[in-house]
């Protein structure tokens, strides 16, 4: 198996961009993942940012947690789990508006931190979304506008907690999916591993890495790439020793916006024709909900049968 593909951002501003643009490229088109390094977001941030959401599941999160479980039954499973996810979670939206004033429970210094972070990592997204431009031809801020809608990107977080788990042969910290919008990035914890993504039919550990930020793409993206980029197949695996922690930000495209595949990349196809459906976001992500641990590609066919018996609804 290839070794993960680690890119060290600061790289780009050297000598050595040519080869760090070549193996982002290579990391897209044979990965749909890589992991980053030396990026922009400060190392006292992101410290900050991991104690505190640590601290909030162990102060707020983890009873409601072990409630579940045992409401469930989980520790008591004989078969494998397969409706079920092995996790604790809330969600933070920034773009196109805030809910993070809304979210109870969370302590004004956390609030405050996480708007910060998730400014630092809204810049990050915009930053890679132009490096994958570059290495596609495409002028740059593409990718954003075409995310844009009426209201621009919808961008948001999911905060996790893995906790241990007493039968990981069972029950899974999240079934295995590929993600519906754009692009994600993750700031995952380095101690406590469980990440992985299907690469030539096995599963391959995402690695923990202090201070790195994980990267992969959404179905949007395999959408306006014209099947270039295809986001890739990842699970979460539970541990019986150790809290994982997983911030994953996701920058996608705005509810009304419309997606299909890039014409310039489109034009340089074999066939010189789309690969993909056109649609609106928002009604991939109405089908997506229902069939998330279900293969990406009858999604992708329904908007095709979609689109040719009805053109108002990619309108």
């Not at 190392?43 to 409401?71: C, G, I, P, W």
């Not at 380095?190 to 201070?211: A, E, N, R, T, Y």
């Not at 295809?230 to 541990?239: D, F, L």
Request: with cysteine; charged share 25%; net charge negative.
């Amino acid at each position: 198996m290839e070794k993960f593909p680690i890119v060290d951002m600061e790289k780009l501003g050297g000598q050595e961009r040519s080869a760090t643009m070549e193996k982002i490229k290579d990391a897209c088109e044979n990965w749909g993942f890589f992991e980053i390094v030396n990026h922009s977001i400060s190392h006292t941030l992101m410290d900050t940012v991991e104690r505190m959401t640590k601290q909030h599941y162990k102060n707020r999160m983890e009873h409601k947690f072990k409630e579940m479980v045992a409401s469930k039954g989980l520790e008591a499973a004989q078969s494998e789990i397969n409706d079920v996810d092995w996790e604790s979670t809330f969600f933070l939206r920034h773009c196109p508006v805030s809910n993070i004033s809304d979210i109870p429970d969370l302590e004004d210094e956390y609030r405050n931190i996480m708007k910060e972070f998730a400014g630092e990592i809204e810049k990050l997204a915009e930053q890679l979304l132009d490096l994958l431009c570059e290495n596609l031809g495409l002028e740059q801020g593409y990718l954003k506008k075409a995310f844009c809608g009426t209201n621009g990107p919808t961008f948001g977080t999911k905060v996790s907690n893995y906790p241990p788990c007493p039968k990981p042969e069972l029950i899974k910290g999240l079934r295995a999916h590929t993600d519906a919008g754009g692009i994600v990035l993750l700031f995952q914890d380095d101690k406590v591993s469980g990440l992985q993504l299907l690469k030539d039919g096995q599963w391959v550990d995402v690695p923990p890495m202090k201070h790195s930020i994980v990267v992969n793409l959404g179905d949007q993206i395999e959408v306006i790439t014209n099947g270039k980029y295809k986001s890739v197949k990842h699970r979460v695996i539970t541990q019986t020793n150790g809290n994982r922690m997983s911030i994953a930000s996701f920058y996608n495209p705005g509810g009304d916006a419309l997606i299909c595949p890039a014409p310039a990349l489109v034009a340089k196809s074999e066939e010189k024709c789309p690969a993909y459906p056109k649609f609106v976001f928002e009604e991939y992500m109405k089908l997506y909900v229902g069939v998330k641990f279900e293969e990406k590609e009858p999604r992708f066919e329904a908007f095709k049968a979609m689109q040719s018996t009805s053109p108002i609804a990619t309108s």
